[in-house]
Structure formats: structure tokens, C-alpha cells
């Protein structure tokens, strides 16, 4: 019993189960999605009380612009608001604000609120929250790969030297470690293009709960869950 708890590093959460936990209370989609700034909350306080250091939300994926229109712009008016009136508290708590996804298909608004909070809490040193915005995991890849095939073509890059470093120093999450534990709630037990490279060695694990309904206890449960689990990597043990 003398075994330290081991705490994941890097814990990345797919918040699945909004739309059906506003459907449950009659209520309209985007009131489950506003239902779901407390348990970012929550899981930043946890995430940061057991010492995980990076903490990954898929907040919104490129299929995600597939939505009825004005549940995608009270998602785009939520992540605004969301950073402006959380950002001194993320100051408070020593956390870092970063992004990964393609920027470029925001409108001005949503850019210029995400560059101010990412640049607002870059001192922070307690945790980095990286959301996932505009993100799905295979035009990630396409991105990296054409990265990737620039370099090379213009003679900066030898094909035969390309290996795993080179794709992950491509990738938006080149400069944070891969997830040791991806979680997503609401019971789906599926990736949905989200961080598949970097989901290579991570543990899954997948609570019925639905997102507005996750709590701290429910992040502690994860990590319960996670310190659990036998990690090999390929080896034995
Ligand atoms: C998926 O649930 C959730 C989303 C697409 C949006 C997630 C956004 C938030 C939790 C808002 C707060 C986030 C930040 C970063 C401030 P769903 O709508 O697919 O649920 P369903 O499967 O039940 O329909």
C-alpha cells in the first residue's frame, strides 16, 4: 500500500452529452451547452488540486459547423463570454490558456477573445488548458503532412530522415506531451477525431455521466480510475 497514487500528466476530455442533458429538462440545446461552463470549472479546480499539468477540452470540432445555426453561434457567444469573465480567475489559479484547431475559420470576434486570453494567462504556471477549437484530428494530420511535404520540397527536409518526431514537431500539440488518460462522457465509447495520433498509448475511459452533470468527484473518480490501470506500452512488465 506503500505505491505513491500515480496522477496522469496530461488528461484531455471529450465533454459529450449537452444536447441531451437540455433535452432531458425540455430546454433548448445551447442552455446544456451554457450548462457546461461549471464543469470546465470543476475540472480546471480538480485537475490543478491533483496535480495534472495539462488539461485538454474538445470544445468544438470542424464538424461541429454542421449544427443549426444558432446553436453554433450561442456555442461561438459562450467561448467568448466564457474567457472574458473567467480569465481573472484562470489568472488566480496560475493557468495557462492555449488552442489547438484552425483559427482562421472564426469570425474577428472569437479570434481576438482567444488571443487575449491565451496572452492574459501566459504567465500562468500551474496547469495549461488547451482547448480544442476548429479541431479534428485528421486535418490536424493533413496540416502536419503538408507541413511536412513543404519543407521537403524545398529542400529543407530529407524524406529518409522523416520519423515520429518529425510528424509530432508538425502537429498543433507539438509542444505538449500526448494525453495519458482521454476521458469523454455521457456513456459514447468512441474517439470522434479527436487527438488520434497522440491517443496512441493513452488509457480510455468513459463515465455515463453527461457533461453538465460532471463534478469534481467525477474527475477524481478518472483519476482513481486511471492510477488503476497497468500501462505497458508495448512492454512487458
Ligand atoms: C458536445 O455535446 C458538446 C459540445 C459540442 C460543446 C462543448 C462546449 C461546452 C461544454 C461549453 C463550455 C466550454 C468552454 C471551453 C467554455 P453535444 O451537444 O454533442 O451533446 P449530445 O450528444 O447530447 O447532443
Request: aromatic share 8%; with cysteine; proline share 4%.
Amino acid at each position: 500500500m506503500s505505491e505513491q497514487k500515480r496522477i496522469p500528466q496530461h488528461v484531455a476530455i471529450i465533454m459529450d452529452g449537452n444536447g441531451r442533458w437540455a433535452e432531458l429538462r425540455g430546454k433548448e440545446r445551447y442552455e446544456g451547452h451554457a450548462a457546461g461552463v461549471e464543469p470546465v470549472r470543476a475540472s480546471l479546480r480538480a485537475a490543478a488540486r491533483q496535480g495534472v499539468k495539462y488539461l485538454t477540452l474538445y470544445a468544438f470540432s470542424t464538424e461541429n459547423w454542421g449544427r443549426p445555426e444558432k446553436e453554433v453561434d450561442a456555442l461561438m457567444e459562450l467561448f467568448c463570454q466564457s474567457v472574458v469573465n473567467e480569465t481573472p480567475e484562470l489568472i488566480r489559479q496560475g493557468v495557462r490558456v492555449r488552442m489547438i484547431g484552425e483559427r482562421s475559420r472564426f469570425s474577428e470576434k472569437v479570434r481576438s477573445y482567444l488571443a487575449q486570453v491565451e496572452q492574459r494567462t501566459a504567465a500562468g504556471e500551474t496547469l495549461t488548458l488547451i482547448l480544442a477549437l476548429n479541431y479534428s484530428s485528421r486535418s490536424e494530420i493533413v496540416r502536419a503532412v503538408r507541413r511536412i511535404a513543404s519543407r521537403s520540397a524545398a529542400g529543407e527536409l530529407d524524406p529518409e530522415s522523416i520519423d515520429e518526431r518529425t510528424v509530432c514537431a508538425a502537429l498543433d500539440t507539438a509542444e505538449y506531451p500526448d494525453p495519458d488518460l482521454i476521458v469523454r462522457t455521457s456513456g459514447e465509447c468512441r474517439l470522434s477525431n479527436f487527438l488520434l495520433w497522440q491517443a496512441s498509448y493513452a488509457e480510455l475511459y468513459f463515465p455515463d455521466v453527461l457533461w453538465p452533470d460532471f463534478t469534481e468527484a467525477e474527475f477524481d473518480r478518472a483519476i482513481e480510475e486511471y492510477a488503476r490501470r497497468d500501462r505497458r506500452f508495448g512492454l512487458v512488465k
